[in-house]
Every structure is written in C-alpha cells, then in structure tokens.
C-alpha cells in the first residue's frame, strides 16, 4: 500500500545558501514561494524567484499525457497530471512515480545541491506500456517548459514588456536574463531546446488567498526542452550564471548529475535520523560565518530563533562547531546589552525589538560549554573570552537600563515595554496595535533574566546577590494560587502590583526549558499539571487558554485575523520543549517518567513529520481540534526543540 502524503503536503530542498526549492506533493504551486530556483543574493538574503515551475507533458505515439497540473483563476486546474502521480517519496529527496494511462510508468525527482544554487530536476521511463509495445526505437518524448520571474521571493509576477525572454545557446547551455540586476539563469540539458516565448497567465496560489493576500499571478516561459526517455534519463539542471563554476556545470549534463546525486546521498546518509536531516537545512551562510534560518518559506535569520533553535539543531545533535561559529558571530552584534531581533531582507540596519533575543544567547552560550566539556573538550580561551565578555556586556546592559524601558527594578527583576512596540516573542503587530503588548514584567523573562544571572554568576560574582534577590521576588510575586500556576505579567504597564492573569504557556519556563527551575515541589507540579490540561496538543501548547478572554481556537483570515489570533490560542509546537521538560522533572526525571512521556509527546510529533511540511515541524497550528497545521510550515525552533527532546531531555 502506497505510503503517499497528503496532495497538499510541502517538500523542501535548501541549498544552504539561503535560496531553496519548494512545492507540494501535487505538483501544484500554492504559494508564491514554491519555486525550483530561489537563490539568496545576499545569503540568506535578499531571495529571489527565478525559476518558478515547469509545465511536462509526454507523447507516445501520437497520445500526448501531463505530468504537471496548474491551478489558474477564478478556480481552474489544468492540464491533469495530478491524477497521474502514483506515488510520492520525500526521501532522500522529493520522487514522484507516474502512471500513465496505457501502463508507462515514469519517475521525477528533484534535487538541490548544498552549498552551491544549484537544482537538478530528473526523469525515467520505469516501464514501457505493457498493454501496447509501440515498435522498437519508437520515442518516449518528454516536454518540460520552464516558468521564469525574477521576483522578490515576497512580490508576485505579472505580464510586462520589460520582460526580455531571449536566450543565449551554446550546446547544452541555455541562459536566460528577464531583468537587468536579476541574477541570471543558465540551464544545462541533455535534451533539445526550441526558443519559443510565451505568457502563461493568471496562476492561483490557493494559500496566498486563503492568507488574505494578493494570489494571482503571470509567468514567462522562454521556450521548451525535449528529451527521448526511451534513449535514457532526462537531466535538466538549474544554476545562477556566476555560480557555474561552483556548480560544475560547464561538464556534460548527464555526467554532472549523476556526480550530484551521489555526493547528495552520501552527505544526506551521513545524518543519523530524518529529523537531524531536516535540521542541516535551517543552517546556512551569512558572509564568511554560519547562521540559523528561522523557517522556510518566508523568514530569514531572527536572533530569538537563532538561541532557542541551536539547543537542538547544533547542540543535541554534536555540530558544536557550528554552534561555536554562530554564536561568535552573535557576540561581536551586542550593543546596550542587547541583540537584534532579525536583519531586514533589504538593508543594513538590524531590528532590535527583542528583550529576550540577548537573554536566550546566554543560555545557548553556556549549554554550548557544558556540550563542549561534555565532549571531553576545552572551549578555546580566545573563544571563552569573548562569549563571556558578550555576556558580560549583557547584564551590565541590562541593569544600567537599555532601550524600550528595559531595566532592573529594585525587587531584582527585569521591567522591560513601551507603548507600540513588541518585545516578547508573543509579537505580533497590525500597523500600529500590538495585539498583546506585555509591558512590564513578563513571566518568561523573568525565567530567562534569572537563568542568565545564574551563568553570569559562575564567573563573576557581581551577579549572584541580584539573582538571589530576583528569585525571591520571582516565587513571591509570579504564584497565582487561584489558577495553581503563574501570573504571566506583573507591574503591567510598570504599574506595581497590577497583574495579568491570562492562563497562557509562558510560566512552563519557570519549571521547564530552562537549566534552572524557578519552582519546585508542589507548585511545580501543580503548574505543570494545570498547564497541561488547559493548553496541551498533540501538537504543541496554546498560546491561550480556551475560556480565556479574547481566546481564538482558528488561525484563518486575512493579515489582521491571523496576527489577532497568533498568540491568542494559537498551538506553538516549540513550546512543547519546555513543557515536556517539565512534565519530567516535575517526575523525577526518571527512566519510566522519560519512557511515557516520548510514548504520549514525541509519538505525536513524529506523526506530524509526514502531514505538512515533510520531515519537518510546522511553526503553528490551531488552538481547536483537529488542530490543523499552519503558519510556516518548516520552522527551526520547532524543528530544534523536537530534537533537543529526543536527544538531551529524555535520554
């Protein structure tokens, strides 16, 4: 029995540049990000659409069948390939099987090549039909006609005369240039190009309108490639010119293949799991260092996800090496105390509307010396040096007061919010509403100000009496004994003494999460249990409790809705690490407590990797059953946590 995802589940191949491929099990483009060729200009950004699909089709004896479908509008897929796709294996990479209707059966696969913009799109004849063998020699003509753009990854595409679809032949080599400063695409075939331009009008991209965005757009396709599948496989490659020599590509077509698919399955056997698989594909280049992709499609690096998605995608699975060159290149970036949230697409001016960005980086810091020592291994005192001084320079920023009112109060604790600005990862921001600012003292920062106090205090005693102050204050003020857990703000506003008591997933750091508990005993277990029964998933914590005022069980609607909803009930799988952490050590931590809970947490989840984006976690999914995936669906710090379970907390 066929093992086939669902039509609508999304494959991603990364190039670890940036740039990647992407598209559904279909074949149908839903997004405008599905692409074959998406190259970072600027690793990892400045993403551009440069090859954005084929149309193929076969013709045997005279019959001609798809292999691709469309969907156009209003609501019209064509041509029918859809129902030809037998089957689906995202593994090692994306390959389809076909079967046509007279018994041919064919295969396609996708490859890219990590490291270099490169993509290989593949197909062969399987089996000739058995029902009629046309006579000996007679072709198998496979038609591919590529769709071009040279788009910003975010903008859509339509029909314009600037558009300059000529091309340059030379043998194998097809080179395209639709806009002047675009990069330019070269093609190498072992088929037959014929230059033939055309438009391919009004393309729909079905989850771009349920987003409530513009969804329709006009491709341009340069001309054909055609292949005799009966004489052998069909290779087309796609590269960026510039990047020829990299890729290889100058060699024949054929040739270059085969050499890619096998340094590709010898680099992706070389990972232990599916899952650790997926986590190399949100490491990528940023100038001469390494950095974390916080999802795919549409984010690019973010400091926040960076810290938390390195515990498990660096950390638990030995990369410490990229560990190391990733949180050097963060610690040269602290200015007051703080880290930028994330680097614009376009631009050189960071963000740095995050409290806890620079709080997560001390975490991650420190659990990447105790891996390191774990590992039988000195962090090299040059290296020591600077992360300590990074944070160092951290808390001092922090108690000498930095930007957006953020500053140590006298109870030890750490305030932090200005009206219209979004500080905490519950960010979410409609023009000028914050939908839930979170302006004073927020339950998770706490947690992490305390733990960050506590790796400072190791080596400098200037901060152990403000983290035994501020941790008496943490147990006197946070407990709401109503609810059995945590308030999530206090002094709201800088109010003191006015509080926040919506029930939502920020007080599991206070046991869960994090190296240091904050809470012990009866109430740890107390808050774990209640959390557990209000906000728990097979997917993950709400962000909100049903019964809560301003809950919202759907993710769905325009811009305005989906940020309404996004912390407000939404299911958050990476909250799912902390929470399982805590569900443990509020146990014992022992071998039972561990056994029963990758039976009840991590089942799920590994269920999961085949339902959205494949091999991988999605960012979020709904507060209501059945709980439907959405958001981005290939994101690190789901990804991360995921691992950071498997491979730290329940071993």
């Not at 990069?183 to 190009?193: D, F, H, I, K, L």
Request: hydrophobic share 45%.
């Amino acid at each position: 029995m066929s093992s086939r995802p669902p039509d609508d589940a999304e494959w991603l191949e990364a190039d670890g540049l940036g740039g990647f491929a992407s598209g559904t099990v279909s074949g149908i483009r839903t997004r405008r990000y599905h692409a074959l060729l998406l190259t970072a200009t600027t690793p990892p950004t400045g993403r551009v659409v440069l090859v954005n699909g084929c149309e193929e089709w076969v013709t045997i004896a005279g019959r001609r069948a798809a292999l691709s479908s469309e969907r156009y509008a209003p609501d019209v897929v064509h041509p029918d390939g859809l129902r030809r796709i037998a089957d689906f294996a995202p593994e090692p990479w994306p390959l389809w099987t076909y079967h046509l209707d007279d018994g041919t059966c064919i295969e396609r696969e996708v490859v890219v090549r990590h490291g270099t913009p490169l993509v290989l799109v593949a197909w062969r004849l399987v089996e000739r039909s058995p029902r009629r063998e046309p006579a000996a020699g007679s072709p198998v003509t496979l038609t591919v006609r590529p769709f071009l753009s040279g788009r910003d990854y975010h903008a859509l595409h339509h029909e314009n005369p600037s558009c300059d679809l000529r091309a340059t032949i030379a043998g194998e080599r097809v080179r395209w240039q639709p806009y002047a400063g675009v990069p330019a695409v070269v093609a190498v075939a072992n088929g037959t190009y014929t230059h033939a331009p055309d438009w391919y009008r009004r393309f729909l991209y079905a989850e771009e309108l349920a987003r409530g965005l513009d969804a329709v757009e006009d491709l341009a396709s340069p001309g054909e490639f055609s292949f005799d599948l009966a004489r052998g496989d069909a290779v087309l490659l796609f590269t960026v010119e510039g990047a020829e020599a990299a890729a290889d590509v100058g060699r024949q077509a054929f040739a270059r293949a085969c050499e890619l698919r096998a340094v590709e399955r010898r680099r992706r056997a070389a990972f232990r799991t599916r899952l650790e698989r997926s986590a190399d594909a949100y490491l990528v280049a940023r100038g001469d260092g390494t950095t974390i992709v916080a999802g795919y499609p549409w984010f690019t690096d973010w400091g926040r996800d960076t810290f938390i998605a390195l515990r498990g995608l660096c950390l638990a699975t030995g990369r410490l090496d990229d560990a190391r060159a990733i949180l050097l290149a963060w610690a040269g970036a602290v200015t007051d105390g703080m880290l930028p949230n994330r680097f614009p697409d376009h631009g050189d001016v960071p963000e740095l509307n995050a409290v806890d960005a620079a709080l997560w980086f001390v975490v991650a810091a420190d659990e990447y010396a105790r891996a390191r020592a774990a590992a039988g291994e000195l962090v090299p005192d040059a290296d020591e040096a600077r992360l300590r001084a990074a944070i160092d320079a951290i808390l001092a920023g922090h108690v000498a007061g930095t930007r957006y009112a953020i500053r140590v109060d006298g109870d030890g604790l750490l305030a932090a919010g200005e009206p219209g600005v979004q500080l905490t990862w519950m960010d979410a921001k409609v023009g000028e509403w914050v939908v839930t600012p979170r302006i004073g003292k927020p339950v998770e920062v706490q947690a992490l100000w305390l733990n960050a106090l506590h790796v400072g205090g190791r080596f400098s005693e200037r901060w152990r009496e403000l983290l035994l102050r501020g941790a008496a204050s943490f147990r006197d003020r946070f407990w709401n004994d109503a609810a059995g857990g945590l308030y999530d703000v206090v002094d709201c506003d800088h109010r003191p003494g006015v509080v926040d008591a919506a029930f939502r997933p920020n007080q599991i750091f206070a046991v869960g999460g994090l190296p240091m508990a904050l809470l012990e005993g009866e109430r740890a277990r107390r808050l774990v249990d209640n959390v557990g029964a209000r906000l728990w998933t097979p997917l993950g914590l709400r962000s909100l409790a049903p019964g809560e005022p301003g809950y919202c069980g759907h993710y769905a609607g325009g811009v305005r809705e989906r940020d309404a909803a996004y912390h407000q009930g939404t299911v958050w799988p990476w909250l799912l690490g902390a929470y399982v952490e805590a569900w443990v050590r509020v146990r014992g931590a022992t071998p039972e407590a561990k056994r029963t809970a990758r039976e009840r947490f991590l089942l799920p989840l590994w269920r999961h990797l085949d339902v959205a984006g494949l091999g991988h976690v999605s960012e979020i999914a709904d507060g209501d059953a059945p709980h439907t995936p959405r958001g981005c669906p290939f994101q690190a710090w789901s990804v991360g946590e995921a691992l950071r379970l498997d491979r730290v907390v329940l071993v």
